[in-house]
């Protein structure tokens, strides 16, 4: 080790405030370090949305009676097609109704997988509710569950019998031909 002329070992490193990044190493409370470029006021989050109301109530399957059919008969087939918009085209409907399917052979009960959807949907839309009776509303009656979220997805704009990334094409496709002018053909002369 080297010696300084005043008998002090000389140290090649930099003090923790002078880092290669430029920033300090650790902070002091007492002392206050404004940077250049940065803003002194502080963010400050908007407020969260209010929840709002299913648009239909868990009863009401009478609106849709061949959908109701289909959901106390097989509920894999209503809970795929849910499943499929809630997330947005990265599981297809077959995946997700096989796997519904395959739970409730194995376990004989379908509910403690749909109800993590109908949360995950509530977070999507906020839609009022909370993790606790979304599983006591799936436990007790799971036909009325399915029925009242494909309701709810319709009732958002959603063509449930072409999926997720048929809706991304019809709405794609009707905002492309929203902005080009129809195509004139001619017709045919006799």
Known sequence: MYQQEDGKPF???????????GFPVSFNSNTSATYSGASTTEYVPPPPKPLVDWSTGLCDCCSNPGKSCITFWCPCITFGQVAEIIDKGSTSCGASGALYTLICCVIGCGCLYSCFYRSKMRQQYGLKGNDCTDCMIH???????????????????????????GNVEQRTRGIAMATTAPAVESGMNR
């Open 11 to 21: 140290n090649n490193q930099q003090p923790p405030s002078a880092a290669a990044t």
């Open 139 to 165: 436990c007790c009656c799971e036909a009325c569950a399915l029925c009242q979220e494909y309701r709810e997805l319709e009732n958002r704009g959603f063509n449930m019998v072409i999926g997720w990334h």
